[in-house]
């Protein structure tokens, strides 16, 4: 099971886009207050859409709780600070729930924190300059980057909704839509 965990995440949009891939992912997301926003919030509610009844949504007090509430030999940290890519762990050794944790948008996850768990930390290969990504860009590339390695277990690779053979039977009538 994959765990995305935000450490006091400060927009809501950031927040309802990665309830969007928690959602299509049958990840859980983990909340780490204090909050910047409130859950009911308009924005996360537009980006989210209606996915946040379909996700597990975790909520704790701080960086204590949720760890005395998810043991685990370890997390993988998004940061910029982090010296490999995702790419560089083998995800498919992982025999427990893998937990990405990623930090505000401002700055991040806390310091002592990562420098606890340099081994573990990552980041996405950028130019120089650049300090991030957009935080529901880095969630969705690493949720992505763990499902790729496990070769996407539990999830559809064809159209299901409107059926894995719809364009081959879409009858057009007019301008393509």
Request: glycine fraction near 6%.
């Given at each position: 099971?994959?765990?995305?965990?935000?450490y006091e995440?400060?927009i809501p949009g950031?927040?309802?886009?990665?309830?969007?891939t928690?959602m299509?992912?049958?990840s859980?997301?983990h909340l780490?207050?204090?909050?910047g926003f409130?859950m009911?919030?308009?924005?996360?509610?537009?980006?989210?859409?209606d996915?946040?009844?379909?996700?597990?949504?975790?909520?704790?007090?701080?960086?204590?709780d949720f760890?005395?509430?998810?043991p685990?030999?370890h997390?993988f940290?998004?940061?910029?600070?982090?010296?490999?890519a995702?790419?560089?762990?083998?995800?498919?050794k992982?025999t427990e729930d893998i937990y990405?944790v990623l930090?505000k948008?401002s700055?991040?996850?806390?310091?002592?924190i990562?420098?606890g768990h340099?081994?573990t930390?990552m980041?996405?290969?950028?130019?120089?300059?650049a300090r991030?990504?957009?935080?529901?860009?880095c969630?969705?590339?690493?949720v992505?980057?763990?499902?790729r390695?496990?070769?996407?277990p539990?999830?559809?690779?064809t159209?299901?909704?409107k059926?894995?053979d719809f364009?081959?039977?879409?009858?057009?009538d007019?301008?393509l839509r």
């Amino acid at each position: 099971m994959i765990h995305v965990v935000l450490y006091e995440p400060e927009i809501p949009g950031n927040t309802g886009n990665i309830i969007r891939t928690c959602m299509a992912t049958g990840s859980i997301l983990h909340l780490i207050e204090p909050l910047g926003f409130m859950m009911d919030e308009k924005h996360l509610r537009r980006a989210g859409m209606d996915y946040a009844k379909q996700v597990d949504i975790r909520i704790h007090k701080n960086w204590e709780d949720f760890v005395a509430k998810n043991p685990a030999d370890h997390y993988f940290y998004m940061t910029r600070y982090g010296k490999k890519a995702p790419s560089m762990f083998d995800f498919t050794k992982e025999t427990e729930d893998i937990y990405l944790v990623l930090g505000k948008e401002s700055t991040g996850i806390d310091k002592a924190i990562l420098k606890g768990h340099l081994e573990t930390c990552m980041r996405l290969p950028m130019v120089a300059n650049a300090r991030s990504l957009n935080l529901s860009n880095c969630a969705a590339i690493i949720v992505y980057e763990v499902l790729r390695q496990l070769d996407y277990p539990n999830l559809s690779a064809t159209e299901q909704l409107k059926g894995e053979d719809f364009l081959e039977t879409l009858e057009l009538d007019g301008p393509l839509r």
